[in-house]
């Protein structure tokens, strides 16, 4: 079992800047693909930006430029760093973790973490 944390949240004005934080734990040995999704009220959920684990990034267009995606291996760790913020960007933020594979070598499903608000004032 993963449990995902995540942080960072809250109300800014449009241009301003935010970092979310997701931390996993668990029995982990390695987590594969982790990303960034966003659920704005009455829209369906949809990608923000995902990173492999070599490192390798994906951004929605809508996000391009302004959002970058990071992790820490060592800490089970992704971050999104968000730039120049507009008030399309108010969504519930979630954070998704593929390919984990545990100590005991087994590997789990695709694991959510409980979303963290992000309010972008006008």
């Known amino acids: 079992q993963v449990h995902l944390v995540e942080s960072g949240g809250g109300l800014v004005q449009a241009g301003g800047s935010l970092r979310l934080s997701c931390a996993a734990s668990g029995s982990i040995f390695s987590i594969g693909d982790m990303g960034w999704y966003r659920q704005a009220p009455g829209k369906q959920r949809e990608l923000v930006a995902t990173i492999a684990t070599g490192g390798a990034t994906d951004y929605a267009d809508s996000v391009k430029g302004r959002f970058t995606i990071s992790r820490d291996n060592a800490r089970n760790t992704v971050y999104l760093q968000m730039t120049s913020l507009k008030p399309a960007d108010t969504a519930v933020y979630y954070c998704?973790?593929?390919?984990?594979?545990?100590?005991?070598?087994?590997?789990?499903?695709?694991?959510w973490g409980q979303g963290t608000q992000v309010t972008v004032s006008s």
């Open positions: 998704k973790v593929d390919r984990v594979v545990f100590t005991s070598r087994s590997v789990g499903p695709a694991y």
